[in-house]
């Protein structure tokens, strides 16, 4: 990479301010660097600054979840899908091993660019990755690391679940969460990038909670609401975010 694409990626500051006053700064690109980052990308104007600053956004309740169960997450923590504004990061959980599941090079080359080896890049499509796969995937960096078996403290995917086979995920994720391991979600009935849609996406809001606890998860806590207007293509504005425990 160059030095000139490196400056690209470098982050500059966002500050979220939630109505109870709680701050929450984390990097994200500016609109100059993202929009220069992204002009060779084969999704054209899709991570455009303001897309990305609209996901950025409604990442941030489940940001307030994972505040309120940090003292619960051990390490190793998975981050399915970050994006460019991962919710998982060295500042947050210092001490812990954090793994990101990306496949876009593009995200990838920013990722290695704003944290280094400080967090661990897995190059997967989780969206059908199976058990066998992600063990194989993972078994020698964990053996690095001196992790042990390949399983997780934690798993988080934000705004995901319309791009993948989500039951397969939810399942592959209680695979690989340790007893008693959280699971932090958020997603919006068909909201995103619809072209990109997977046909086994979630088609209501709540079948999501009622799978999880189909597979043998307790729905800790989760809160539905009227995020935005409703659009086209069947998105009718509810967002769900919940935090799952493995039993």
């Not at 002009?39 to 609209?54: D, H, Q």
């Not at 080359?109 to 997967?124: H, P, R």
Request: overall charge positive.
């Amino acid at each position: 990479m160059t030095s000139s694409q490196l400056e690209l990626l470098r982050p500059s500051t966002f500050i979220y301010k939630h109505s109870s006053g709680l701050q929450i700064t984390s990097g994200l690109f500016s609109n100059k660097r993202a929009n220069a980052f992204y002009k060779e990308s084969p999704y054209g104007n899709t991570f455009s600054w303001k897309n990305m600053a609209l996901m950025k956004k409604r990442s941030q309740k489940l940001r307030l979840f994972i505040d309120e169960h940090k003292h619960k997450i051990t390490s190793p923590i998975l981050e399915a899908g970050p994006c460019l504004h991962p919710l998982a990061t060295p500042s947050d959980f210092p001490g812990s091993r954090i793994f990101y599941w990306e496949k876009d090079p593009y995200i990838i080359m920013a990722l290695s660019a704003q944290f280094g080896k400080t967090i661990n890049i897995v190059n997967i499509d989780f969206s059908s990755a199976s058990v066998k796969q992600v063990q194989k995937l993972h078994k020698r960096r964990f053996e690095k690391l001196g992790l042990g078996q390949v399983s997780f403290g934690a798993i988080i995917a934000s705004q995901v679940l319309n791009y993948i086979d989500y039951k397969k995920f939810l399942s592959l994720a209680r695979a690989l969460l340790n007893p008693g391991g959280l699971l932090f979600l958020n997603n919006g009935k068909n909201t995103g990038i619809y072209k990109l849609f997977s046909s086994k996406r979630p088609k209501t809001t709540l079948e999501i909670p009622t799978y999880l606890e189909a597979i043998g998860f307790e729905v800790v806590d989760w809160q539905i609401e009227q995020a935005y207007k409703k659009g086209k293509k069947g998105a009718d504005g509810s967002f769900i975010t919940l935090v799952a425990r493995k039993i």
